[in-house]
């Protein structure tokens, strides 16, 4: 884990990065609505409350890319998500194959 890299050591306190490939960061304490988040040089005001566990966009994501926790992609982007917006089921578009499909 030895590789921290500029940006991380910018992030404000109470915003993890999983893995250095992952373009989301992970809320550690509540944030409430208003707050400011320190994303390396960028400073933002958070536009909604967020609890512990949620994601933050630590770039900006274009509408279709990937979106990646843990290394791996866990869905698309399903509009432009700018550096520092919360991510959650209103932009991210799932790449899970529900289990109904798969019986069909």
């Not at 992970?26 to 208003?34: K, M, P, S, T």
């Not at 320190?38 to 979106?67: C, M, Q, Y």
């Amino acid at each position: 884990m030895g590789s921290e890299n500029q940006e991380d050591r910018q992030l404000s306190a109470g915003l993890l990065r999983l893995h250095a490939d992952d373009n989301v960061l992970i809320v550690l304490h509540d944030i409430a609505r208003g707050e400011s988040i320190a994303i390396g040089n960028h400073s933002f005001k958070s536009e909604t409350a967020l609890s512990l566990g949620h994601k933050l966009a630590a770039v900006a994501i274009r509408k279709g890319d990937p979106v990646i926790k843990y290394g791996a992609p866990i869905g698309l982007a399903g509009v432009d998500i700018p550096q520092g917006a919360h991510i959650h089921l209103h932009n991210l578009v799932s790449q899970y194959t529900v289990i109904e499909d798969m019986e069909q």
